[in-house]
C-alpha cells in the first residue's frame, strides 16, 4: 500500500516565521508534488519535483521554496509566513512513465498564520 | 488558464439515487481522472479515462468523456451515505495536471 505522510496535521505559525513542511513517499516514486486548497479555488500547485534535487514551479511558487535532497522525501518552505498563506498544504507522488498518471496523496496539513 | 469546472458546485440527494457530476476544462487533454476527498483529508484517486476514451466503468462509477466538447461526467450509481466527499475531476495535459474547484456531494441516509 502506497503510503504518503506529512509532518502534521495541524500547524499554527505566526507572521514572518519560517515554515516548513515535510512529506515523505514510501513507493520509491520520481515525482513528488505540492499543492494548496482554498474553498472554492481546488487545488493549486506550488512545486513540483521528477527527481532528486529537481524542482520546478507550479501555477502560484511566490512566498515558497522547496527542497528535495533524497527521493522520498520532499519539502516545502515558506521563507517568511503570511497570513494569506493560511491553508491547507496537500502533498502528493506519483511515478513516472507512460500510463502511470495517478498521485497519490498525503493527509494534509492544515496551516493557520495569525 | 487550464483550470477545470465542475458543475453543480454542491449536490444534495437521497441514499440510493444516482449522482452525476460534470466536469469542463479549456485545452487538449492526455486523460482526466477522477478523484474523492473526505472531509479534511487527503484526495484519493478513483478513475483514469483517457484522450480516446469514451466511457469506463468501475464498480458503481461511471465516467463518460467528450473531447469534442471538452466534458466529463461523473455518475455515481445507487449512492450510499458513505458517498459522501468532495469530489475532483483532474486534466492532464503536458505535464502538469490541473484540478477541478470540485463538487460536494451530500447523500442522505
Known amino acids: 500500500d502506497v503510503k504518503v505522510t506529512q509532518s502534521s496535521r495541524y500547524l499554527v505559525k505566526r507572521t514572518g516565521e519560517k515554515v516548513f513542511l515535510e512529506c515523505v513517499q514510501d513507493?520509491?516514486?520520481?515525482?513528488m508534488f505540492w499543492y494548496r486548497q482554498d474553498p472554492g479555488l481546488g487545488l493549486r500547485l506550488i512545486y513540483f519535483s521528477y527527481d532528486v534535487k529537481m524542482k520546478e514551479k507550479g501555477d502560484i511558487p511566490e512566498g515558497y521554496s522547496v527542497s528535495r535532497e533524497k527521493k522520498e522525501r520532499f519539502s516545502l518552505i515558506l521563507e517568511s509566513a503570511s497570513t494569506n498563506q493560511t491553508s491547507m498544504y496537500l502533498c502528493?507522488?506519483?511515478?513516472?512513465?507512460?500510463?502511470?498518471?495517478?498521485?497519490?496523496f498525503g493527509p494534509g496539513t492544515r496551516l493557520t498564520v495569525t | 488558464s487550464q483550470q477545470g469546472e465542475e458543475d453543480p458546485q454542491a449536490l444534495s440527494i437521497q441514499e440510493g439515487e444516482n449522482a452525476t457530476m460534470n466536469c469542463s476544462y479549456k485545452?487538449?487533454?492526455?486523460?482526466l481522472q477522477w478523484y474523492r476527498q473526505n472531509s479534511g483529508r487527503g484526495l484519493v484517486h478513483l478513475i483514469l479515462i483517457r484522450s480516446n476514451e469514451r466511457e469506463k466503468h468501475s464498480g458503481r462509477l461511471r465516467v463518460t468523456l467528450d473531447t469534442s466538447k471538452k466534458s466529463s461526467s461523473l455518475l455515481i450509481t445507487a449512492s450510499r451515505a458513505a458517498d459522501t466527499a468532495s469530489y475532483f475531476c483532474a486534466m492532464l495535459g503536458g505535464f502538469k495536471t490541473i484540478f477541478g474547484a470540485g463538487t460536494r456531494l451530500f447523500v442522505k441516509a
Open positions: 485545452t487538449s487533454i492526455n486523460n
Open positions: 502528493a507522488s506519483s511515478f513516472s512513465g507512460t500510463g502511470k498518471y495517478e498521485q497519490y
Open positions: 513507493m520509491d516514486h520520481e515525482n
